[in-house]
């Protein structure tokens, strides 16, 4: 029997530490949590888009726990109290980026974490009191013709709802207006083009910076805290969506004709314009 005990604490001296796995849960909280098909579109807000794609990543990783959008708003919903909270947290962060710690702290133990993520994005405008999202913009400068070097702006912020502090923060910044700052969607296929374009910027570039400096301030000694995937590398195609055609088909071809042009003319194309982080 003593012999067996002996084994058994050898065993639980060699085993056990190898398979601690350490893991950490985040909270993930689009700005726009709360607004469902609210733009003319009905295209998912930007910082919804973002969120995804960083809960995705999160996932991705075995060491970061994210629950979904679908989730998160789900439990809400089940929750008024909690969701209250949520919408006031969001609606402050929205509107001069300050920050509810006690209320983070209770929305994070309703998820069973110690840290949320809050993402908002938006398009700044200068000499403007309020600041409107990417689909706003779009209508307005299809519709009366606006002309301007718009920018995108995205927000993140990781905080530790355990000990009351920000643990990181990080600003990023993409020009969405083309060479003649013309930021314009007559038809619906020009809509879904840019709609694509930024999901793709989201997944292959923001998203992936995002979620790395997060993966770093939770495992700092990390080589490489990105997931393994088979390809990382971003197409950059989808920069060449402008067209003169509303013809679907011919818009289409069309495409096709100027994604081939591009690969000829740039074999190597990844350039994403103009991007400006920092922490």
């Known amino acids: 029997m003593k012999n067996l005990l002996r084994i058994f604490v050898i065993l639980m001296l060699f085993v056990s530490p190898a398979q601690a796995i350490v893991t950490f849960n985040v909270v993930v909280l689009p700005a726009d949590l709360f607004k469902v098909c609210a733009n003319y579109y009905c295209f ?3 910082s919804e888009i973002i969120a995804q794609d960083v809960i995705a990543n999160f996932n991705a990783t075995g060491r970061i726990n994210s629950p979904s959008l679908y989730t998160v708003r789900k439990t809400l919903e ?3 109290a909690v969701k209250n909270y949520t919408n006031s ?4 962060y929205t509107n001069d980026k300050s920050l509810d710690f006690t209320a ?3 929305i994070a133990e309703t998820f069973k974490a110690k840290s949320v993520l809050i993402i908002s994005n938006d398009v700044p405008i200068d000499k403007a009191y309020v600041r409107r999202n990417v689909w706003e913009m779009l209508v307005l400068s299809t519709d009366f013709d606006i002309s301007y070097p718009y920018s995108m702006e995205t927000n993140a912020v990781l905080v530790d ?3 009351g502090l920000v643990m990181w923060n990080g600003v990023y910044t993409k020009k969405i207006t083309d060479n003649n700052d013309n930021f314009k969607a007559p038809n619906s296929s020009d809509a879904y083009a840019k709609l694509e374009y930024f999901r793709l910027y989201s997944r292959d570039i923001l998203a992936k910076m995002i979620s790395q400096n997060i ?3 939770f495992f700092p000694k990390t080589i490489d805290p990105q997931p393994v995937v088979e390809d990382q590398k971003p197409e950059g195609a989808y920069f060449r969506f402008e067209s003169n055609s509303s013809i679907p088909s011919t818009r289409n071809k069309l495409l096709e004709e100027e994604k081939s042009k591009s690969r000829e003319e740039n074999p190597v194309d990844n350039s994403y314009g103009e991007l400006i982080f920092g922490i």
């Open 44 to 46: 998912p807000e930007m």
């Open 78 to 80: 089940a929750n008024p």
């Open 89 to 92: 947290v969001l609606t402050r």
């Open 104 to 106: 983070l702290k209770y």
């Open 161 to 163: 709802t355990y000990n």
């Open 215 to 217: 993966y770093l301030r």
